[in-house]
């Protein structure tokens, strides 16, 4: 029975160490503000789901960069809309940024500001490629061409001289910091001391086998209660058994 015990006791005292120092850190929670701290550890981010998809269409002109990360726009380093499937161009004007989708155009003013989504082309078409003639758009959809106006209020089949004349924004990849700074925005700050903490306390940062070795130490616990038990009363057991032998 000592031996169980003893063998109990070092099997889980790594695991009662854990469970004793995540129990007192949560305590002081909010005294330490750990629900407002962040880790931004890579592999522990993947390991919540948080990791960053590889990067889809990019576009740049006249000094603005657009970027669909997962379903995720950016424009110059800052989220503009999210739910977007496709990114096929981008035009810089001369009040307002026009990104295309398959079938809708997104208007955000030269400082980054959203205005409002118009659509560019009827269905069925979708759009293939943006452009601009001197300070009016242009564009290329599976049908047909058409050109706008600077001010975006509406877009009417484009003539075969605008067609001739028209400069076209064709894919380009992002910097590797411009890369970075994208990942770290589609991430966020990270995830909370507080819930990594939590989550180690309880073996959820294992997901379900974190759950189950868990419940096997919480077992252990209870075989080491007991048998700690068993090995205090034994002696006692068999000193009044001895000592009933010899008044006999």
Same mark, same amino acid.
């Given at each position: ?7 109990? *006791? @070092? =099997?889980? #005292?790594?695991?009662?160490?854990? +469970? &004793? !120092? ?66 096929? *161009? @981008? =035009?810089? #004007?001369?009040?307002?940024?026009? +990104? &295309? !989708? ?70 380009? #990849?992002?910097?590797?910091?411009? +890369? ?69």
């Amino acid at each position: 029975m000592r031996r169980v015990h003893r063998w109990l *006791g @070092i =099997v889980s #005292l790594f695991f009662i160490l854990v +469970l &004793a !120092t995540t129990g007192i850190a949560l305590n002081h929670s909010e005294e330490w503000r750990l629900d407002q701290r962040t880790v931004n550890a890579t592999w522990l981010l993947h390991a919540y789901g948080v990791s960053a998809p590889p990067p889809g269409p990019s576009f740049a002109a006249d000094g603005h960069r657009a970027t669909l990360l997962g379903q995720r726009l950016y424009l110059d380093g800052v989220e503009i809309a999210q739910d977007i499937d496709s990114l096929t *161009g @981008i =035009v810089a #004007l001369p009040t307002f940024v026009l +990104l &295309a !989708t398959d079938n809708a155009g997104i208007v955000v003013t030269r400082d980054g500001q959203y205005v409002e989504t118009i659509e560019l082309v009827p269905a069925p078409e979708t759009v293939t490629r943006l452009g601009r003639v001197g300070e009016r758009p242009i564009l290329q959809s599976t049908l047909a061409y058409y050109s706008g106006d600077s001010e975006l209020t509406h877009f009417k089949p484009a003539s075969p001289n605008a067609r001739d004349a028209a400069v076209w924004v064709d894919q380009s #990849l992002p910097s590797k910091q411009e +890369l970075q700074q994208l990942v770290r925005l589609y991430r966020g700050k990270g995830v909370s001391i507080e819930r990594v903490l939590a989550d180690l306390h309880s073996g959820r940062i294992l997901g379900v086998s974190g759950t189950l070795l868990t419940d096997v130490i919480a077992a252990i616990l209870i075989l080491l209660s007991l048998t700690g038990l068993a090995v205090w009363l034994l002696p006692k057991s068999r000193q009044n058994r001895n000592n009933n032998s010899k008044r006999q």
